[in-house]
Every structure is written in structure tokens, then in C-alpha cells.
């Protein structure tokens, strides 16, 4: 009987230990550490079995901080830790916000509207500005690329520096004549804010005197000066007959 006991006393003594080896075996440790300027949300020593999920922390950064990465590269504050197989630890790195300059600029033919000269921190934003065209100009591109006249640079990352592009307003002149008469010349010209058009001259076919242009001008022979109002320009010639 003495013997039967010693045995099942060895029995489960060696199961216990076989037990406790497997069980050492199978659980991992997961750590989590915090640099300078930031600390970590979530918990931050963890136990998980083999081949089971850790859970979710984050790396949350101090005011005047901005996370860069973790120690394995990953980029992302967030984690979640999956299909844990061995011990792993992983420290969260933080790097201190940076200030940049925002500066927008015209190279000519228009303004800006709104604050020219900014400072932001690093993944701020910046205030709205505007391309406004002169007369006689229209807004074309921002220097980076942007089709908008109107722009916020966000979660800025480095110093902007853009260049509103403006192109002159192109007009056309359009001159015809009526029965009676031709027009000897360009009779249709485009023609660029602040610019001139080439002369043209109304002339009466045999039979026929030149009476006048329809915007009331008098003389056969004309050179119209600069278009100003920033619109299209039609001008129609107006042949009269003899009576």
C-alpha cells in the first residue's frame, strides 16, 4: 500500500511539473515603454498565451510632441499586438513639434488676400488666403500645382512656400460688315488686357458710302485701344447706303 502511494505521489508530482514547464512554455510577455515626451495608454505588460492576440495600446504624446514610430518601425500610435509567439517589447518614440513658415506670394497681375506670412507648428494649420486677379488678369495655378484660388494648407509637416500664377484676360474684337461694304484688315483679332488691336478700315463697295461703325465712331479707319472692362469685346462695323 506504502508503495502504491509513493507512486501516485510521483505521479502527480511529475504531472504538476510537466503541467507548470507547459504552461511556462506557452505564455509571452508583452511590453510597452514611452520616450520622452509622450506615455503610453492601454496596458503596458502584458501576458498572452502562444499564438493569441495581445491588447490595444497607444502611444499619446505630450503636449508640444508629436509621435514619430515605434521601436520596430511600425508608424502607427495604435497597435494591437496579433499571433504573439515570442517575448516582445516595444518603445513609442516622440519627437518635439516643430514651428514652420508659411509664405504665399503673386508673381504679378493679382494679390493675395489673407495673411501672406504665417507660422504654424508642425501639424497645424494654416489660415485661408486668396488669389484675387487684377483687372484685366485671371488666376491660373498655385506654383505647387493647386487649381483653387482659395487654399488652407493643413497638417503641415515643413515650410510652404507658394506662387500664385495669373495670365492676362485675351479679348476678341469681331468687326463685320453690313451689305455694301467689306471690311480691309483683321476682322477678327484676339487680343491681350492692355493691349491694342490692328487697324482695320470699313470700305463701301461701288454704290455705297461708308456711314458709320455701330458704337458710333465716325471714321472708315480705327485701331481700338486696350479692352478695360475685363469682358469680351464685339465690335460690329455698320456699312450705309446711298440714298
Same mark, same amino acid.
Given at each position: ?32 515603454s ?37 521601436s520596430?518601425? $511600425? ?11 515570442a517575448?516582445?517589447? $516595444? ?7 516643430g ?26 494649420d ?12 485671371? $488666376? ?35 468687326y ?22 490692328s ?45
Amino acid at each position: 500500500m506504502k508503495k502504491v502511494l509513493t507512486l501516485i505521489c510521483v505521479f502527480v508530482l511529475a504531472l504538476s511539473v510537466m503541467t507548470l514547464a507547459a504552461c511556462g512554455n506557452d505564455a509571452y510577455t508583452l511590453t510597452y515603454s514611452a520616450g520622452d515626451g509622450g506615455y503610453i495608454s492601454g496596458r503596458s505588460a502584458q501576458t498572452v498565451r502562444e499564438g493569441d492576440d495581445g491588447s490595444q495600446v497607444a502611444a499619446v504624446a505630450d503636449d508640444g510632441y508629436v509621435f514619430e514610430s515605434w521601436s520596430d518601425g $511600425f508608424d502607427v500610435s495604435v497597435r494591437t499586438d496579433r499571433a504573439v509567439n515570442a517575448n516582445m517589447h $516595444f518603445k513609442a518614440y516622440f519627437r518635439p513639434l516643430g514651428k514652420f513658415s508659411a509664405r504665399y506670394v503673386s508673381a504679378g497681375g493679382g494679390v493675395i488676400e489673407g495673411a501672406r506670412e504665417q507660422t504654424v507648428e508642425e501639424g497645424g494649420d494654416c489660415s485661408a488666403v486668396k488669389a484675387v486677379a487684377d483687372d484685366g488678369y485671371r $488666376f491660373v495655378i498655385w506654383s505647387d500645382g493647386m487649381t483653387s484660388a482659395v487654399r488652407t494648407d493643413a497638417d503641415v509637416v515643413g515650410n510652404v512656400f507658394v506662387t500664385a500664377v495669373f495670365e492676362k484676360t485675351t479679348y476678341e474684337l469681331l468687326y463685320q460688315a453690313e451689305q455694301g461694304g467689306y471690311i480691309d484688315g483683321n476682322a477678327r483679332q484676339e487680343v491681350q488686357f492692355g493691349e491694342y488691336g490692328s487697324l482695320v478700315t470699313a470700305v463701301a463697295n461701288g454704290g455705297y458710302e461708308f456711314a458709320g461703325w455701330s458704337d458710333g465712331i465716325e471714321s472708315a479707319t480705327r485701331t481700338d485701344p486696350k479692352p478695360q472692362n475685363g469682358e469680351e469685346i464685339n465690335i460690329y462695323p455698320v456699312v450705309g447706303k446711298v440714298n
